[in-house]
């Protein structure tokens, strides 16, 4: 099974355009796959994301601006996504110490407890890519981290989709 088949196209401008097309359908696969585990937890990927960041900073806290900098989808309003930890019990927020201006957050031992809940789960959400091996997935990763290391807006202006 192939891009083709998935999205019923066969024929594509260019072997750019099928990759950067497959590459945005694979996400949203994954994405789903990994959204379907975290809802039994009635947790969002965000939310997800913002836990494991804290975790790996405890006990020291952030501040929001540190966690989105942090955080893999730029895009989230983190302190709408704090606020939805809070209520849960899953993070605690402070007025920072030496800068009023600032929250420090904190993830709670109840955020703690989901974590390792989520993290025995893990062989679950590694699954999603069990039909690679070892190498294929380090080769995936050495292609992704240079796929990344463009830095303009548009490559290719004849590049469309």
Not at 7 to 13: A, G, K, R, S
Not at 89 to 109: E, P, Q
Not at 122 to 151: G, P, Q
Request: contains cysteine.
């Amino acid at each position: 099974m192939g891009i083709e088949k998935d999205i019923n196209q066969q024929h594509f401008q260019s072997e750019a355009q099928k990759a950067m097309i497959n590459l945005m359908y694979t996400h949203s696969w994954v994405t789903e796959r990994i959204k379907e585990i975290l809802a039994e937890e009635s947790i969002t990927m965000q939310q997800f994301n913002i836990l494991r960041i804290l975790r790996g900073s405890d006990p020291m806290p952030l501040s929001t601006l540190s966690i989105r900098e942090r955080m893999l989808d730029k895009m989230s309003d983190t302190s709408r996504i704090v606020d939805r930890l809070l209520a849960k019990g899953l993070v605690d927020k402070k007025t920072c110490a030496t800068d009023k201006r600032l929250v420090d957050v904190y993830i709670t031992s109840e955020g703690k407890k989901l974590l390792e809940k989520l993290d025995n789960k893990s062989d679950v959400m590694n699954s999603i890519t069990s039909k690679l091996s070892n190498s294929e997935l380090e080769k995936l990763n050495e292609l992704l981290d240079l796929l990344r290391t463009f830095k303009g807006k548009n490559p290719n202006p004849l590049f469309s989709f």
